[in-house]
């Protein structure tokens, strides 16, 4: 007989589930929490074993590190470096989905395992009053990559993440879906240059216009040394094949639409970005859980949030290589 599985504990965020959470999380143990992009799969980042359990929960290889997530810009000081450059856009899009990636300061109490033995670390302030106050409660930075087992599609509801995890995290805290709906922009400050590593929430346009300079941007295809292994070609996949650029669906397929056409789903009729951005994950969860032999898509520009999303796209119909 197989064994019944344990219900993952869901919670409406209210105060009393959020000291709930942050005594967890003191204690090792791992909470999902909403942010404006997915849902967080939260850990003390300052605590070996808690990050190792987020690492275990995940199916996470360890060479992928993590994003440490802070409640205000003066709380990254003491864990990375932070120059003038990342000052101003800490200033310019935080609380938001910007992540910056900086050295390492000495002594920081970040685990080395989160940042998977790099010499930087990649910090972010999310812009969800439930994330800041549980990083508040816990009363230290969290360790918190996308609550989904890794290589799948990032949850954008509580129940995808009770879906994917289960009882592998101690709590859920539940805040509805997620506004952004795609992860954050991951821009690397380590060098000379700034380097977009992942397109997400922040536009590279925007990006680009506070920096006053054009973004270098990550070789896609660099699998000898993945400066941001979110950049592994599978990604974000669902168990079905998806196949993009679909003008139309073939027989037995689900289409994904995009603007003012017919499809078993559509990510925004009037072809809004935003609004495509923040269905896309939940969208396709649905298509992927019906009776269909592949998930077509149709073309999204490739502009603004358009980036991001043809990037998920992009990974979540990249041949599959789960090793
Ligand atoms: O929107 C988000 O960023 C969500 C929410 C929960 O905040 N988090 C998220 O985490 O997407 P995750 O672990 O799924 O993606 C983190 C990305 C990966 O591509 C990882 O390789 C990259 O950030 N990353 C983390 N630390 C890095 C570092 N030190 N250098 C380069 N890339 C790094
Ligand atoms: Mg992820």
Redesign the pocket.
């Given at each position: 007989m197989n064994p019944v599985p344990v219900p993952a504990l869901i919670e409406p965020a209210c105060p009393l589930s959020l000291a709930e959470g942050g005594r967890l999380l003191r204690e090792g143990r791992l909470v999902a929490f909403p942010?404006e992009?997915?849902?967080?799969l939260g850990g003390d980042a300052t605590c070996d074993r808690a990050v190792a359990a987020i690492f275990e929960a995940k199916g996470r290889p360890g060479f992928?590190?993590?994003?440490v997530?802070v409640a205000d810009p003066a709380a990254a000081e003491p864990l990375v470096e932070v120059d003038d450059r990342a000052r101003r856009l800490m200033a310019r899009f935080w609380p938001g989905?910007l992540?910056l990636?900086l050295p390492r300061r000495a002594g920081s109490p970040v685990s080395l395992l989160a940042?998977?033995g790099?010499d930087?670390?990649?910090v972010?302030m999310?812009d969800h009053p439930v994330a800041l106050d549980l990083i508040r409660a816990a009363g230290r930075p969290l360790a918190?990559?996308?609550?989904n087992r890794s290589g799948a599609v990032?949850p954008t509801l509580a129940d995808h993440v009770a879906d994917s995890l289960g009882a592998r995290v101690a709590l859920i805290l539940d805040g509805g879906p997620c506004r952004v709906g795609v992860?954050?922009t991951?821009l690397?400050l380590t060098g000379p240059r700034p380097c977009l590593?992942?397109p997400?929430?922040v536009t590279a346009e925007r990006l680009e216009a506070e920096l006053g300079e054009p973004l270098l941007r990550a070789a896609a295809r660099d699998r000898t040394a993945?400066?941001?292994?979110?950049?592994l070609d599978s990604h974000y996949a669902p168990a079905l094949p998806v196949r993009l650029n679909a003008a139309t669906a073939a027989a037995g397929e689900a289409l994904l639409a995009f603007g003012p056409h017919p499809g078993t789903l559509n990510l925004s009729p009037d072809g809004n970005l935003e609004e495509a951005a923040a269905n896309l994950f939940a969208m396709l969860r649905r298509l992927d859980a019906g009776d269909w032999s592949a998930i077509a898509v149709m073309p999204v520009p490739e502009h603004g949030l358009g980036l991001a999303i043809n990037d998920r796209l992009r990974r979540a119909a990249a041949p599959r290589d789960r090793r």
């Open positions: 942010t992009t997915v849902y967080g992928n590190p993590l994003i997530h989905p992540t990636v940042s998977a790099l930087s670390i990649a972010r999310p918190a990559p996308s609550a990032s992860e954050s991951v690397d590593l992942r997400g929430g993945p400066k941001s292994p979110g950049m």
